[in-house]
């Protein structure tokens, strides 16, 4: 008896997914084009119409003048050129006002790591007290200090050490 209702029981349930089973279309839809509204128009991060959400890491990248900025040998100060790209980085944040990022604090591989993890967590702080400066709310912000242990460049000279010295923004998703 047990057999038959097992049986029974696996029919039910194949006959019921076999009726919820997509069925293809007999045309497919055209891909997507650029409407004659949008087309050769740009926005603030670009062109309106090329697949880029606003307010995504990808509208973020292409809007700013860069997501890194880049700190002397055991500094952690805003020179001008940092100050310029944060500039950019405060504009595309007042017109994109719910959107959260971190800033991450890097060293090159020179110091001890707890010395390292200090001036990472110092620089990703500079950055994201200029950007409150700016007027970006500070709770939209978080930091944190990776130190020496995500470098961009592998190497030991000074080419790759000033690359690995930096403070990079991260638009949360």
């Given at each position: 008896?047990?057999k ?18 997509k069925?293809?279309?007999a ?9 004659p ?10 062109p ?6 606003p307010?995504s ?7 700013v003048?860069?997501n890194?900025?880049?700190?002397g ?6 020179d001008?050129?940092?100050?310029a ?13 719910n959107?959260r ?6 060293c090159?591989e020179?110091?001890?790591r ?6 990472g ?5 500079a ?9 970006v ?5 978080t930091?944190?200090s990776?130190g020496?242990?995500r ?6 000279d000074?080419a ?6 930096r ?7």
């Open positions: 008896m047990t038959l209702k097992t049986a029974i029981l696996i029919g039910t349930a194949t006959l019921a997914l076999a009726g919820c089973a069925k293809r279309p045309v497919l839809p055209p891909a997507p084009t650029e409407t509204s949008t087309a050769g128009q740009t926005g603030p991060g670009g309106i119409g090329s697949g880029v959400a307010g890491d990808a509208d973020f990248q292409r809007s003048t860069s890194t900025i880049h700190f040998l055991d500094q952690y100060d805003i001008p050129q940092a100050r790209i944060l500039d950019s980085q405060a504009e595309w944040l007042q017109r994109n006002p959107v990022i971190t800033i991450e604090g890097h090159d020179r110091g001890t707890e010395y390292n993890l200090a001036l967590d110092r620089r990703a702080n950055a994201k007290n200029y950007l409150a400066a700016k007027g709310s500070p709770s939209r912000m930091t944190i990776y020496s242990e470098p961009i460049a592998l190497g030991s000074e790759a050490y000033a690359q690995n010295r403070a990079v923004t991260i638009v949360l998703g």
